[in-house]
Structure formats: C-alpha cells, structure tokens
C-alpha cells in the first residue's frame, strides 16, 4: 500500500488555519510538489477561497472547508467531506492555532481556555478524525505547529500561549508513539518569530518594528522569518520519502539566541 503513495501526485493534504500567513504558505507549496489541498479555515471564507483558486489555477485540485478545530464533530465532518471531494486524507497539517499574550495580572481565563481548546485540543481532533483511514491504509503524515515559545523563547507576555504549544509539542512524541506502528509518522514544526497578520496585530500596541528589531539583534541569521521557510520544513516532513522520521520537532528560527536557560 506505502507504494502507492511514494508519490506526490497520489497525495490529499488537510491543512487547517491555511487561509493566511504560515497555513497559506503550506497549502500553496504542498500544491506545488503535486498534492490536492484541503484548506480549511475558521473565519476567513473568501481568503481561503482565494488560496484555493491560485491552487486550481497552477492546475491543482483544491477544495475549502470550514470548521472549529475545537470542536470534534466539526473536525469530523470537515475530514469526510475532504475525503469525498479530494481523496484518502494522507497528510494533516495542524497548523490552526491563535495567540492569546497576557501576564499573571492580566490572565482572562475564559480566552486562555478558548486558545487552548484551539492549540491544544484541536490537533487531539484533527488526529482522531483522519487516523482510521490511515491506518487502515498504513500510511500518513501528521506534521503539528508548535512554537519555540514552547522551548523557552522570552518574548513578553507568552508565557500561557507558550504553555498551549508545549502541550503541542509533547502531543506529537506520545501520538507518534501509538501510530507509528501503523506506518503514521508525526512530527513537529517549532517556527521562530514569523512575519504575519497575526505578529502584526499587537494588542499591546507595541510598534512592529520595534518588535522586528528586537527578534533581529536575537537571531543567528539577522531576520525574522517569512511564511515560506515554514512551509518548507512542513513540506520536507510530508514528504512521500520523509518516511523514518517521527516523533521529532525541528526548530525553524534562523538561530534564536534568547532562550531560557539555566545553568
């Protein structure tokens, strides 16, 4: 069965939050190497239409969904009606996340609850909707964003949004251990500080390039990141070839140097 999908062109990709920023980027290079793109989305219907079409357009196949990856009976439809319309789900993209920044004084339980049942509980469904058929098939690709936040980065006020995307990361060593056996890798994208409408939007209205300049002095490469060198380390751990690796999280952050340590 693995044959037939050693291939990109025998490949169906659900990737949630893939409307904007690093999701967009994944769901348009995934299309490029030949895959049919799910892009699921929770709000923004006419982006995700127009991620869609530029993939129909360069002669892909591509299909929008909308759904609450908090919810599982939403997960659950979303993942059917993709398998109806695309094909056997064999990679899953759990890119949707939100970033909720507050301190110990500020702490709204209610939204830290909302992000975490978005960041955390989501992947839980996306994994449970799309599982069976991989196992069945005994083939599949599950790549989780995470987040240096969860490794100790020490940009202010993420400490319970790190929290989320530590749960993330070790989700993906426990999930690739009871689905590996199956023939079911799952690994983790850790992103460093990445230029998009979510990093933009300060609710703390700190300036943006004060933020950029900030993250620049702290990184090896001199630059904070673009959508596209995310896109490209998902798409490496999706890869038909990309199969003896699971259950690792590459750090994709052109060398942060402002981590918490000790020692």
Excluded at 91 to 119: K, P, S
Aim: hydrophobic share 45%; aromatic share 6%; charged share 20%.
């Amino acid at each position: 069965m693995e044959d037939h999908y050693m291939v990109w062109t025998n490949q169906v990709a659900l990737v949630t939050g893939a409307s904007r920023g690093i999701g967009r980027a994944i769901a348009l290079l995934l299309a490029q190497r030949g895959a049919a793109v799910c892009v699921s989305y929770a709000e923004r219907a006419d982006a995700a239409e127009q991620v869609a079409n530029e993939i129909k357009a360069s002669g892909g196949r591509s299909m929008t969904v909308g759904a609450d990856v908090a919810d599982f009976a939403s997960v659950q439809a979303m993942a059917e009606q993709a398998e109806t319309w695309l094909g056997p789900l064999t990679i899953l993209v759990n890119n949707a996340g939100v970033l909720y920044q507050a301190t110990l004084e500020t702490l709204n339980h209610n939204q830290f609850d909302r992000m975490r049942r978005i960041n955390v509980d989501g992947i839980i469904h996306t994994t449970r909707a799309v599982m069976a058929g991989m196992r069945a098939r005994r083939y599949g690709r599950i790549i989780n964003l995470t987040s240096i936040a969860a490794i100790g980065a020490t940009l202010p006020g993420n400490a319970f949004y790190a929290a989320t995307k530590a749960e993330a990361a070790i989700l993906t060593r426990r999930i690739a251990m009871e689905l590996g056996s199956e023939g079911i890798t799952v690994n983790a994208v850790a992103p460093g500080f990445i230029r998009t409408d979510m990093t933009q939007r300060r609710p703390d209205g700190t300036e943006w390039d004060s933020i950029e300049g900030h993250v620049r002095e702290r990184t090896i490469m001199g630059r904070i990141g673009e959508p596209e060198d995310i896109a490209n380390a998902v798409v490496f751990l999706a890869a038909p070839e990309t199969g003896w690796m699971t259950a690792q999280m590459l750090v994709v952050d052109g060398g942060r140097m402002d981590c918490l340590a000790h020692g």
